[in-house]
């Protein structure tokens, strides 16, 4: 009834703690997990071929890059609904169980809640976790991204309807039936390194009359770690994006808020087509702030006013 598919690369330590987590799921009887080990170098392949557990299909690939990853795990897939995590999400207890229920009632992209946890609080929080502190005291860990959080403020702002834009999906918690990811041909493998393409398929999604709704009680942590970002790469990606969208206007707000050009309540009119329901001071996405000091010498707008 459900596979879940994880890509992973070099992220063995993180990928154990997902995995366990999974194994103590209530819902795990229908459901296949494929786990693309995307030419990990770290002893991933040996970690994932000592496993047994009976729900877990592990393919292991050469280097290729997230969406590739991904577009193979959904080749061997054969459920009714996908559900995508990435290898450093902690999922709740009963987290399979809230998305299959909500596919179950009305089918459609449901977008999870993810509570993020910043690379250096990482260790104390595994330790919390592993001593047995419960969910209030590890959500005290958390650290809002405004990119991979913007769900959360949309659906705050819009009187906690579930209807949400495609700008909030993003890959790490998602799911959907496996009708609609044939439908637009999966992953653009084109996209290269870290960013954009989960966004770029979600606005496929929309384009193809996909319904986003956030699914609050669908609960993960992700494990940060300070990526290493290809910021030329990432900013190609971008300019691909909205030029693939024929410089759609919805695209065109989507960069201008992810190089930091436009606040995030000005994304939501353009995008929700309405006015948020907050009065909160404008709030902007620091681009910089997923760099490396190396690669954080300025910041690059993809567009003009």
Same mark, same amino acid.
């Given at each position: 009834?459900?596979?879940?598919?994880?890509?992973?690369?070099?992220?063995?330590?993180?990928?154990?703690?997902?995995?366990?987590?999974?194994?103590?799921?209530?819902?795990?009887?229908?459901?296949?997990?494929?786990?693309?080990?995307? /030419?990990?170098?770290?002893?991933?392949?040996?970690?994932?071929?000592?496993? $047994?557990?009976?729900?877990?299909?592990?393919?292991?690939?050469?280097?290729?890059?997230?969406?590739?990853?991904?577009?193979? /795990?959904?080749?061997?897939?054969?459920?009714?609904?996908?559900?995508?995590?990435? $290898?450093?999400?902690?999922?709740?207890?009963?987290?399979?169980?809230?998305?299959?229920?909500?596919?179950?009632?009305?089918?459609?992209?449901?977008?999870?809640?993810?509570?993020?946890?910043?690379?250096?609080?990482?260790?104390?929080?595994?330790?919390?976790?592993?001593?047995?502190?419960?969910?209030?005291?590890?959500?005290?860990?958390?650290?809002?991204?405004?990119?991979?959080?913007?769900?959360?403020?949309?659906?705050?702002?819009?009187?906690?309807?579930?209807?949400?834009?495609?700008?909030?999906?993003?890959?790490?918690?998602?799911?959907?039936?496996?009708?609609?990811?044939?439908?637009?041909?999966?992953? $653009?493998?084109?996209?290269?390194?870290?960013?954009?393409?989960?966004?770029?398929?979600?606005?496929?999604?929309?384009?193809?009359?996909?319904?986003?709704?956030?699914?609050?009680?669908?609960?993960?942590?992700?494990? $940060?770690?300070?990526?290493?970002?290809?910021?030329?790469?990432?900013?190609?990606?971008?300019?691909?994006?909205?030029?693939?969208?024929?410089?759609?206007?919805?695209?065109?707000?989507?960069?201008?808020?992810?190089? /930091?050009?436009?606040?995030?309540?000005?994304?939501?009119?353009?995008?929700?087509?309405?006015?948020?329901?907050?009065?909160?001071?404008?709030?902007?996405?620091?681009?910089?702030?997923?760099?490396?000091?190396?690669?954080?010498?300025?910041?690059?707008?993809?567009?003009?006013?």
């Amino acid at each position: 009834m459900l596979s879940i598919v994880i890509p992973t690369y070099n992220q063995r330590e993180r990928l154990e703690e997902a995995l366990g987590a999974l194994a103590k799921q209530s819902c795990l009887r229908d459901t296949t997990v494929y786990v693309v080990n995307d /030419g990990s170098t770290d002893g991933t392949r040996l970690f994932l071929e000592q496993l $047994d557990y009976d729900w877990l299909k592990v393919i292991h690939q050469a280097n290729r890059g997230r969406s590739a990853a991904r577009n193979t /795990g959904m080749q061997q897939a054969r459920s009714k609904y996908v559900l995508f995590l990435d $290898d450093d999400m902690v999922v709740l207890p009963r987290f399979i169980e809230h998305h299959l229920a909500a596919q179950q009632e009305q089918e459609g992209i449901y977008i999870g809640e993810i509570l993020n946890i910043s690379s250096d609080k990482v260790e104390r929080f595994i330790a919390e976790k592993h001593a047995g502190a419960d969910f209030a005291t590890l959500a005290n860990f958390q650290e809002e991204d405004l990119l991979v959080n913007l769900g959360r403020y949309f659906y705050e702002w819009s009187n906690k309807q579930a209807a949400l834009s495609w700008v909030c999906m993003v890959a790490a918690n998602v799911s959907f039936p496996i009708s609609m990811f044939k439908q637009v041909n999966g992953f $653009d493998e084109r996209f290269k390194g870290w960013g954009v393409e989960d966004h770029e398929l979600a606005f496929r999604f929309h384009q193809a009359g996909g319904k986003f709704r956030y699914l609050d009680e669908a609960k993960a942590f992700h494990l $940060d770690h300070r990526k290493q970002i290809n910021r030329p790469q990432l900013l190609e990606n971008v300019l691909y994006f909205y030029k693939k969208s024929a410089f759609e206007r919805e695209v065109k707000a989507y960069v201008d808020y992810v190089t /930091g050009k436009i606040s995030m309540s000005d994304l939501y009119r353009i995008v929700m087509k309405q006015e948020p329901t907050c009065t909160e001071q404008e709030i902007y996405f620091r681009p910089n702030a997923h760099l490396t000091k190396k690669e954080s010498k300025e910041v690059v707008y993809a567009t003009n006013s």
